[in-house]
């Protein structure tokens, strides 16, 4: 069964912080795997995506990593700001008829001053 | 890039109303539109997957008769919930992919309430 599971469920940080965002994953066969922002009552947005060759992707202060191997993927914050809070939803993509999606469960992030 | 709009973005009903919730691609042609649902402090769950011009495929647990879903137009998706309760409320989210690549482009959602 295809599953994607995220850590930590909840993360307060303080403003200026980094922090790092776990996913793991075993969807088959594996296509690519994305991270989305979701704000509080919006829907997901796009922050990175990556296929199975891509080990680093960056956009602004997001940094997503992938590991192919061991079916991990991690998304690093710099310097966080308040406009960080949100939930970071892992999602990846089966290379099969459809190109169903796996969602992780989420990651709700709290930025505080 | 690609944009997905919802209307409307919130909506509050009487039990055992039906409601229609509309999910456009703006910009490009959506061969396929997927319809979601988020409880609160959940991920996204599929309920259903649309293709232009052919029924609906729901998933395992969701009833077809209830989640009525049109795909009439490669631009236009409806979903409406017939005969709503209280147990409905939810937020739905639709996605819309066009006819090349995997990428699935979200709508910013519907909050629904049912009274």
């Known amino acids: 069964k295809n599953q994607v599971e995220q850590s930590p469920q909840s993360l307060i940080i303080l403003e200026g912080k980094n922090c790092t965002l776990q996913c793991n994953y075993t969807v088959s066969p594996f296509s690519n795997l994305r991270w989305y922002k979701q704000d509080t009552g919006r829907g997901p947005v796009s922050l990175t995506i990556?296929?199975?060759?891509?080990n680093t992707k960056s956009n602004g202060r997001y940094t997503a990593t992938l590991d192919a191997d061991t079916k991990q993927s991690s998304l690093h914050i710099t310097a966080s700001q308040l406009s960080d809070s949100a939930s970071y939803i892992c999602?990846?993509?089966?290379?099969?008829?459809?190109?169903?999606?796996?969602f992780g469960g989420g990651t709700r992030l709290m930025v505080k001053p | 890039g690609a944009v997905v709009s919802q209307h409307p973005s919130w909506v509050i009903c009487k039990s055992g109303t039906s409601v229609k919730i509309e999910c456009r691609s703006l910009?490009?042609?959506?061969?396929?539109m997927f319809w979601y649902r988020q409880f609160p402090k959940q991920s996204l769950m599929l309920m259903a997957t649309?293709?232009?011009?052919?029924?609906?495929?729901?998933e395992q647990g969701v009833e077809k008769d209830k989640f009525l879903i049109n795909h009439a137009s490669l631009t236009l998706s409806t979903l409406t919930v017939t005969s709503a309760h209280p147990e409905d409320s939810s937020f739905y989210i639709c996605s819309a992919r066009g006819p090349f690549g995997d990428t699935q482009y979200f709508g910013p959602g519907t909050r629904l309430t049912v009274l």
């Open positions: 990556m296929t199975f060759s891509e």
């Open positions: 649309s293709n232009e011009g052919s029924k609906a495929t729901y």
């Open positions: 999602v990846v993509s089966a290379n099969n008829a459809g190109n169903m999606l796996t």
């Open positions: 910009d490009f042609q959506a061969t396929t």
